[in-house]
C-alpha cells in the first residue's frame, strides 16, 4: 500500500528538530550621534517590526515530518502499534442508544441487546477462527433530521449525557466505539470537530455518511434525496484524525465511511491514505442478499479505498420471504475481498 502525507500537529518546541531557528523581533537601531547635536538628540532610527512567521508553511513541515515517520514505521513493522485493521475483524452494533427506531443499538433493552450481540460475536469467531474479533458500538451521534433546526441545517448532536452513556456501555462490554455523524445541510468540517473531546480518546472511532450530506444540495431534505461527498471531505477527515493521533499520541483511528451507491462518494482515487488513519469503504445498503452482494461489488470491490465494511440489516433483509439476512459464513464465501467490518442495523 503506498501512504500518502497528511496532516499532524506543529508547536514551538519541534522548532529545533525541524532545524529552524526564529528571531521573532529585532534590537531598535543605535544611533551615533554626529557633531553639533545636543545630548538629546538621537539618531533617525526606529523599531523594526517583529519578523513575520509563516505560521502555516510552519504547520505543513510539521505535518510531513509526522507523517514520513508514521510511514516508515508503517512501511518496516507492517503496521503502526495498536492498529486494530487488518489484524482483527471489527464486528459492530448500530444505532443510537435513545432510538428504537435507527438500529439494534437502541431498538432492544441494554442487557437483551448485548445477550444477542454476544451471540452473533460468537458466531463470527466460529466462521473465521484465523482472525480474532473486535467487538463494536456504532452510535449515530449527529444525527440528520426531518426539520431544519433554529440554524436551518437538518441535524441534531445527542446530548453530552447521552454520548458519554454510550461510552460507558462500549467499556463496560469490552468494545470500541464509533461516532457516527451525518451533517445534513452541514459539513464535516463544521460537525467533526464537535466530537474532538472524545476522538482524543484511544478507543473512540468516527463514521461519516454520505448519504445524510447534502450541504451540496438546497432545499433538499433528509430522506428525500441521497446525498453526496467527495474525496476532498474524505481527505480533509484523514487529516483531521491523524492529526488527533500525532497530538495525542494515539494509536491509529478507524474511520468509516457509509456507501451504496456510486454518486455517494466522488472521485474516490483522489483520497489519500495516512496510515495513522486506517479507512473502511462501508457496504451500507439493505435487500435480499444477491443485490447486496451486486453493490459490494460495483461500489466496494471495484472501486477500492483501503479495508472493507458490509451491513446486515435486521429488519430489512429478511423481508419479503425467502430472502434472509445473510450469515457470517454466506458473506465470507461469498464477497471478496472479506470485509474486515461488519455492522448489523
Known amino acids: 500500500m503506498s501512504y500518502f502525507r497528511t496532516a499532524s500537529r506543529f508547536t514551538a518546541p519541534v522548532l529545533a528538530s525541524l532545524g529552524l531557528a526564529l528571531s521573532l523581533t529585532m534590537l531598535p537601531g543605535c544611533g551615533a550621534r554626529q557633531e553639533g547635536e545636543t545630548a538629546t538628540a538621537t539618531a533617525d532610527s526606529t523599531t523594526q517590526k517583529p519578523v513575520v512567521v509563516d505560521t502555516i508553511a510552519l504547520k505543513k513541515q510539521a505535518m510531513r515530518r509526522d507523517s514520513l515517520k508514521a510511514d516508515s514505521i508503517a512501511r518496516k513493522n507492517g503496521q503502526l502499534p495498536g492498529a486494530i485493521l487488518p489484524g482483527h475483524r471489527i464486528v459492530a452494533f448500530y444505532g443510537n442508544i435513545r432510538s428504537k427506531g435507527m438500529g439494534i443499538l437502541g431498538r432492544e433493552p441494554k442487557e437483551q441487546m448485548f445477550r444477542k450481540f454476544e451471540g452473533v460475536l460468537k458466531e463470527w469467531q466460529a466462521a473465521d477462527p484465523s482472525i480474532p474479533v473486535q467487538a463494536a458500538l ?52 463544521v460537525e467533526v470537530p464537535k466530537l474532538e473531546q472524545y476522538l482524543k480518546q484511544p478507543d473512540i472511532h468516527l463514521g461519516i455518511d454520505p448519504e445524510f450530506s447534502l450541504s451540496t444540495m438546497p432545499g433538499v431534505r433528509p430522506n428525500q434525496r441521497i446525498g453526496t461527498l467527495d474525496a476532498k471531505d474524505v481527505n480533509w477527515t484523514i487529516n483531521y484524525l491523524a492529526r488527533l493521533v500525532s497530538e495525542n499520541k494515539l494509536p491509529p483511528k478507524v474511520l468509516t465511511v457509509h456507501r451504496f451507491t456510486r454518486k455517494m462518494l ?72 472479506k470485509p474486515l467490518y461488519i455492522q448489523y442495523q
Open 138 to 189: 456504532h452510535n449515530v451521534t449527529i444525527t440528520a433530521q426531518g426539520t431544519p433546526g433554529k440554524d436551518g441545517k437538518w441535524r441534531l448532536m445527542n446530548s453530552k449525557a447521552t454520548i458519554e452513556e454510550v461510552i460507558s456501555w462500549a467499556r463496560e462490554h469490552k468494545c470500541i466505539l464509533f461516532l457516527d455523524v451525518q451533517p445534513g445541510h452541514s459539513t464535516l468540517q
Open 266 to 337: 466522488t472521485n474516490y482515487k483522489n483520497i489519500k491514505l495516512d496510515p495513522r488513519v486506517q479507512v473502511v469503504m462501508h457496504m451500507d445498503g439493505h435487500g435480499e442478499p444477491t443485490l447486496k452482494k451486486d453493490s459490494y461489488h460495483d461500489y466496494i470491490q471495484t472501486e477500492p479505498v483501503q479495508y472493507t465494511g458490509f451491513k446486515l440489516f435486521y429488519e430489512y433483509d429478511a423481508r419479503p420471504k425467502p430472502h434472509h439476512i445473510m450469515t457470517p459464513k454466506e458473506v465470507l464465501t461469498e464477497l471478496t475481498p
